[in-house]
């Protein structure tokens, strides 16, 4: 009775407990190709990181790792409010759900907001693939030459500076030499694996705004909980595509440009 006076059971389900195993079902369907594609680039980048490990690794030695070690914190914590948003729901408790829901929505605002910043940074450097990375590389050659050493950049990873040093006197076939086109590579794969994982964490901050839409009209009651969970399974696995993709990108060159000074 309570279930239909709140409108909770659809009529095509004979009770609550089947539409709910329909409505995370359906969710896991869902993930279940969302694992499988992402799964695949997971793959080609491994590929081509086994294949040209050092300019893989220069390329991701010159990433902001601390930017990543920040939002890496920033989802995890958004996965406990999130799981605490869940038991508001069960309880019926409207105030503390809205509140973990926008809590959630804060931390995934904020990793995005970083996530920004990053991109303005790299693209400030010219730290992008394409004719802003040949310039900017042939730039530092030619000072290189010069005998400035390319100290007028002046930029927070100066890798163009420090893949001309690198390059200096090397040939092709030189096991040490770092090629411009495979450093360019790694960026395909970092704009492309981010962005698209940022593409997510919108789409995830939008139901996040929802589901606080329903609470405030209580259209989430605690026989209806099963609605926040099924955005949460959501949640959790963009949370964790990211707990691959910060080890994959960011940590690919730990410690190599500290090493290369």
């Known amino acids: 009775m309570s279930a239909n006076h709140h409108g909770v059971l659809k009529h095509h389900f004979d009770n609550l407990e089947q539409q709910h195993a329909a409505e995370r ?39 902001l790792l601390w930017v990543a070690g920040i939002n890496t914190g920033l989802l995890i914590t958004s996965s406990l409010t999130m799981t605490l948003a869940i038991r508001a729901a069960q309880l019926g408790d409207r105030r503390a ?27 400030h450097e010219r730290f992008v693939p394409g004719e802003m990375f040949r310039q900017e590389l042939a730039k530092a050659e030619l000072e290189l030459h010069a005998g400035h050493g390319g100290d007028h950049h002046g930029t927070a990873q100066h890798w163009a500076v420090d893949l001309a040093k690198n390059n200096a006197d090397k040939s092709h076939t ?27 964490i919108l789409v995830g901050l939008g139901c996040i705004l929802w589901l606080v839409q329903q609470a405030a009209t209580g259209k989430i009651p605690p026989e209806n909980y099963s609605t926040v969970e099924v955005v949460s399974l959501y949640w959790h696995l963009v949370d964790m595509i990211w707990l691959f993709l910060m080890p994959l990108l960011y940590l690919a060159g730990a410690g190599a440009h500290a090493a290369g000074h």
């Open 25 to 63: 079902l359906g969710m896991w369907f869902f993930l279940v190709t969302e694992v499988l594609f992402f799964g695949g680039v997971f793959v080609a980048y491994t590929v081509y990181r086994y294949w040209y490990p050092n300019e893989f690794a220069f390329a991701s030695s010159h990433l």
């Open 97 to 123: 759900l809205i509140r973990h829901l926008l809590a959630t929505f804060a931390l995934g605002a904020g990793f995005m907001g970083f996530k920004a910043f990053e991109y303005y940074t790299d693209i």
């Open 174 to 200: 030189d096991p040490a030499y770092i090629g411009p086109g495979r450093v360019q590579l790694f960026l395909c794969f970092y704009y492309t694996m981010t962005g698209i994982h940022g593409i997510h």
